[in-house]
């Protein structure tokens, strides 16, 4: 199983039957690159394989980069060269490939968005300072992060040590001589970004989740990977939580188009349940009790497994796992020219749930119930995400009022012209006043026009 990008590095995943320390190669070109690899697998430990393939999926292009145009005093710079030398890279990278503006500072930069720059600046700085976080630890890389401003730090620890009497240590903060250490600081990032803000995206076209089905179908997916597909449209969840479903998840709702599962900072504890329509039900319980029963060791279907089993099974009966699964996402995308994360399918559906919202909701408390429970169904942390969308809808209401304000004013403009050419025919018929003292004028309206004045 090979994944290709338009770069001269690519991953490889360890075929079937060999065995291997390796689950993932990376080579550029013939030549296997272990650094990357070995990147891959410590990250793996870390943090989640989602989030260790996109942070190697990111660096892949950053080291064709470096290979054909860094330049650092007359020389290509390569992965292993000191701080100095990756730093002097990685801020050309910014400007030139990611079209961010760069601001010099003491000892660190500032990293500025631009309406060009991709959304991804904040992943590919991350998943720098990651992969030399893991060199370093695997004794690899004999310097000091490059990613990280050490001089911050120090500054930091001074601030937060010291206290207002020279060459003493601070006195306790309950007795209040000494002005209190603040709970949050700079970040200690080399490169830190000052206007980066996540905007959820507004995906608002009703027929993708029937345009990727047939993409599927096309590049002949499985029930399993049609299954999976459907659930992250109908439900919401990102890709991993439903990748390591459980029967026991399975079972431990009340109803049959329900399902436990984790979510993002959860620790793996089931907080939250998911739910997908009846025709997802049917095609989960057939394949749990077909494809799935053979490729089970024991070959048992649902009444017989365990409730840690997991219900989506590889090839070769183990548990299925987000990069195989993606590998089959990838291709049916790849062979459409259709670019479409799988996440992508998570802002849908918060777009679509509250396009219904607003559809159904016959008054504004009904409205902001409605989004509350999507927001606890979501478990979002921060209930200010959903304003973003909400200011989505906002914007469309304000069009459609607009649009029907255009209108009634062509009305008025066609009324206007037609009774304007019946009075063209009649003489107009002029009021004279003698004395202004016999008009009724509404004071209030006299002052609002002294005001337009």
Known sequence: MVVVYSTNYYYVYCPEGVESRYELLVFNGDHPCLPLTDFYHDCKGRISQSSALS??????????WLDNHSNYQGSRVQWSDPPEAIRVAIEDYLMNEMLCKVKERDTFRFVNLTQ????TVNRFLSSVKSFYKSMIYLRQYPFYNPLIDSQAILNDY????EGVRINKPRMPSMGGTEDPIPTRRLTDSFFKLINEEWQPQIIDYPDLPYQVYQLGKKANW???EMIIARMLFETGARASEIIELTIGDYRARKSFQEASTFNKGSHGR???FLRF????VKRLNQYINTERRQLDPNHWGFDELPD???IFLTEQGTPLTYESWYYHWNKAMVKSQLKLNPHKARHWFVTTRLREIYNISKTEAEIQQRKNELIKYMKWRNEDTIKVYEHYFDEEKHREAHDRMLDSMEQREHDYNTNRKAERKQKPQLTHIKNSSDLEF????????DGLE
Do not use: W
């Open 116 to 119: 060009k720059s991709p959304n």
């Open 158 to 161: 001074r601030s937060n040590t």
């Open 55 to 64: 942070y190697l999926q990111t660096l892949l292009p950053f080291f064709t």
């Open 270 to 272: 089931k907080v939250k």
């Open 222 to 224: 499985s029930d399993r």
């Open 308 to 310: 840690s089993a997991p």
């Open 277 to 280: 329509s009846k025709d997802t």
């Open 442 to 449: 509404d004071h209030d309206l006299q002052e609002l026009l």
